[in-house]
């Protein structure tokens, strides 16, 4: 089986983040929709490239979430979105990282940069933005992960499964469900993407994958 932790998305209620539900449904024009919200990051070190991974935009103004590791070892960061489905990704500026939080491995990126790497004002950006929900995750609820994951050679790729278990932790002093398993398959570069549910709820970050060295299971 396959083990993903999403980190739910009351670490924004904690920031002090609103949060809207979309339309009930995931229609394929919902989908088209969501994925304009999803991004592929490449993030490097002095020019270098070290590693790649996913978010996904918040507010319109460029505001990204994804994961603390995929932001882990480098000083800079390149934005790419699917503008049409079934295309490669293109490249729509440069992020800086706003905050990170190693413990709960998730990070908040801006956009600060066009694509040439000029310095922009993000109040004129008007981005395509996923409202962060916050719904209750329940055991068994059906989910859709959003991602630019190794296997899928560059492009957006959706899966879909359903939470197999919750795991209680302790964030900013309380205690709440954090980690989540599912069944959904993913892979190494989902990392920091996306989770909705059937409304298009955002409910989290795929975090990690775990494979069960006997059998090969992950």
């Known amino acids: 089986m396959r083990r993903l932790g999403l980190i739910l998305i009351v670490i924004a209620v904690a920031l002090g983040f609103g949060s809207t539900a979309l339309a009930q449904g995931l229609s394929p024009a919902d989908i088209t929709k969501i994925s304009q919200s999803v991004v592929f990051i490449l993030a490097s070190q002095d020019g270098q490239p070290v590693s790649t991974g996913s978010g996904t935009i918040v507010e319109p103004t460029g505001l990204i979430y994804t994961n ?3 932001v882990e070892g480098a ?10 489905v079934g295309e490669l990704p293109e490249s729509i500026g440069f992020a800086s990282v706003v905050r990170a939080f190693n413990e709960i491995d998730f990070a908040i990126l ?64 309380r205690r709440v469900p954090l980690w989540y398993r599912t069944d959904a398959e ?23 994958v775990r494979s069960e060295e006997r059998t090969l299971g992950r």
């Open 110 to 173: 801006q956009i600060d940069r066009d694509p040439q790497g000029r310095p922009i004002d993000a109040m004129t950006l008007n981005l395509p933005a996923l409202n962060r929900g916050s719904r209750e995750i329940q055991l068994g609820d059906h989910i859709t992960v959003f991602g630019y994951p190794s296997v899928g050679d560059g492009f957006l790729v959706i899966t879909q499964g359903s939470v197999t278990s919750v795991e209680n932790a302790n964030l900013f002093d």
């Open 186 to 208: 993913i892979s190494p570069g989902n990392s920091g993407g996306l989770v909705v549910d059937d409304t298009g709820a955002f409910l989290g970050i795929p975090t990690m």
């Open 68 to 70: 603390h590791h995929v």
């Open 75 to 84: 000083n800079d960061y390149e934005i790419y979105v699917t503008n049409t």
